[in-house]
C-alpha cells in the first residue's frame, strides 16, 4: 500500500544509536526505504542490514558531499549523530560538538527534505530542538508541527521502572514524562499512570530521581565506553514507528516528545501530542498533577529557558 512507503533517514548511522536503531527500522513493515548516514563506516553498516530478509531497500551515504542525495524525498529524518557522555559529564557538556554537528545536519535537511518530520535525539536536546527550529527559520521552512526531540527514553525508564516496583507487564505500563530531556527538567508524572499506582512520598521521590538520572546510570555502568545506546535505540525506533503510522492514518496515536510549545512558560516542552498526517496534529498539554509534580515542572523553568536560549543563540551565530 502507499501508506508503508516510508523513506526514512538516519544520519549518524554508524554510531553506538545509530546502528541498531537503524537494524530495529529496517526490521519495520512500516519503512521501505532505509538511507544511512554517517561521516565514516556507512557504506559497511548498509551492506550488512542489506542481507536482512525484510523488504526495506538500504543505501549508504558517507561524507558531506553524499548527504543531499540521502536526505532527498525522505518523509523522516532521525538524527542520532554527536558524542555520547563519559562518567561525569552532564548533556550540557556535549553542548559544544553536538550543536555544530546538528546545526550541520539539519541545514541539510532543510535544504533537501524541507517537509520530512525530523527526530532529534543528540543531546542536550533542550537545546538541539531551539537550533534546528531557528535553522529551519533561516532557510524559510519552518513548521513547529514537524520537529520533534525524542524523549522516549524517559518514558520508556519510567514505563520500566513502575513495572518493576509493582509487578506489573511494563508493556502494559504508561506514565507520561514531560518538561525536557536531562536532569530534573525530566518530569515524570506518576499521577498520571495507566494503570493507576500509588507510591509513598519518599519512595516517590527515589523512583523520580531514578528516572531523571537513569541516562547516568548507564554511563557509569558503561565505565567510559559510551552511554545508552541500546534502549536509546528501542526508544527512538518507537518513536518513529509512532508518527510513521500517524501519517498513515491510524487515529488517536500519541507519544510524548519535546517540542515547540505555549503549554509554559517555556517556549519548548515536552508534553503529550496526538500525532497524525502532518506530524502535531494536537498538544494535549499538562492535564490534571500533583503538588509535587507542579513543584518538579517550576523548578524546571530556570534550566530549560537557559538551555533552549542557549541553543538559539548559537543557531544565530551559526554559519
Given at each position: 500500500s502507499p501508506q508503508n512507503n516510508a523513506k526514512v533517514a538516519v544520519l549518524g548511522a554508524s554510531g553506538g544509536i545509530g546502528q541498531p536503531l537503524s537494524l530495529l527500522l529496517k526490521n519495520s513493515p512500516l519503512v521501505s526505504k532505509l538511507s544511512l548516514y554517517d561521516i565514516a563506516h556507512t557504506p559497511g553498516v548498509a551492506a550488512d542490514l542489506s542481507h536482512i530478509e525484510t523488504r526495506a531497500a538500504v543505501k549508504g551515504f558517507m561524507g558531506a558531499e553524499q548527504l543531499p542525495e540521502c536526505l532527498k524525498g525522505c518523509n523522516v529524518v532521525v538524527i542520532p549523530a554527536g558524542v555520547p557522555r563519559k562518567p561525569g559529564m552532564t548533556r550540557d557538556d556535549l553542548f559544544n560538538t553536538n550543536a555544530s554537528i546538528v546545526a550541520t545536519l539539519t541545514t541539510a535537511c532543510a535544504k533537501h527534505c524541507p517537509e520530512a518530520m525530523i527526530c532529534i535525539i543528540s543531546n542536550p536536546v533542550n537545546s538541539t530542538i531551539p537550533i534546528t527550529s531557528e535553522v529551519f527559520k533561516k532557510q524559510g521552512?519552518?513548521?513547529?508541527?514537524?520537529?520533534?526531540?525524542?524523549?522516549?527514553?524517559?518514558?520508556?525508564?519510567?514505563?520500566?521502572?513502575?513495572?518493576?516496583?509493582?509487578?506489573?507487564?511494563?508493556?502494559?505500563?504508561?506514565?507520561?514524562?514531560?518538561?525536557?530531556?536531562?536532569?530534573?527538567?525530566?518530569?515524570?508524572?506518576?499521577?498520571?499512570?495507566?494503570?493507576?499506582?500509588?507510591?509513598?512520598?519518599?519512595?516517590?521521590?527515589?523512583?523520580?530521581?531514578?528516572?531523571?538520572?537513569?541516562?547516568?546510570?548507564?554511563?557509569?555502568?558503561?565505565?567510559?565506553?559510551?552511554?545508552?545506546?541500546?534502549?536509546?535505540?528501542?526508544?527512538?525506533?518507537?518513536?518513529?514507528?509512532?508518527?510513521?503510522?500517524?501519517?498513515?492514518?491510524?487515529?488517536?496515536?500519541?507519544?510524548?516528545?519535546?517540542?515547540?510549545?505555549?503549554?509554559?512558560?517555556?517556549?519548548?516542552?515536552s508534553t503529550p501530542l496526538l500525532l497524525g498526517k502532518n506530524g502535531i496534529e494536537k498538544n494535549l498539554g499538562i492535564g490534571k498533577i500533583t503538588p509535587f509534580e507542579e513543584k518538579m515542572v517550576a523548578e524546571a523553568m530556570a534550566e530549560l529557558k537557559a538551555s533552549i536560549k542557549k541553543g538559539e543563540e548559537f543557531a544565530k551565530n551559526f554559519k
Open positions: 521552512v519552518y513548521n513547529p508541527k514537524k520537529i520533534f526531540g525524542v524523549t522516549t527514553l524517559d518514558i520508556v525508564r519510567a514505563n520500566t521502572f513502575v513495572a518493576e516496583l509493582k509487578g506489573l507487564d511494563p508493556a502494559k505500563v504508561t506514565v507520561p514524562v514531560i518538561g525536557g530531556h536531562a536532569g530534573k527538567t525530566i518530569i515524570p508524572l506518576i499521577s498520571q499512570c495507566t494503570p493507576k499506582v500509588d507510591f509513598p512520598q519518599d519512595q516517590l521521590v527515589k523512583l523520580t530521581g531514578r528516572i531523571q538520572e537513569a541516562g547516568t546510570e548507564v554511563v557509569q555502568a558503561k565505565a567510559g565506553a559510551g552511554s545508552a545506546t541500546l534502549s536509546m535505540a528501542y526508544a527512538g525506533a518507537r518513536f518513529v514507528f509512532s508518527l510513521l503510522e500517524a501519517m498513515n492514518g491510524k487515529q488517536g496515536v500519541v507519544e510524548c516528545s519535546f517540542v515547540k510549545s505555549e503549554e509554559t512558560e517555556s517556549p519548548y516542552f
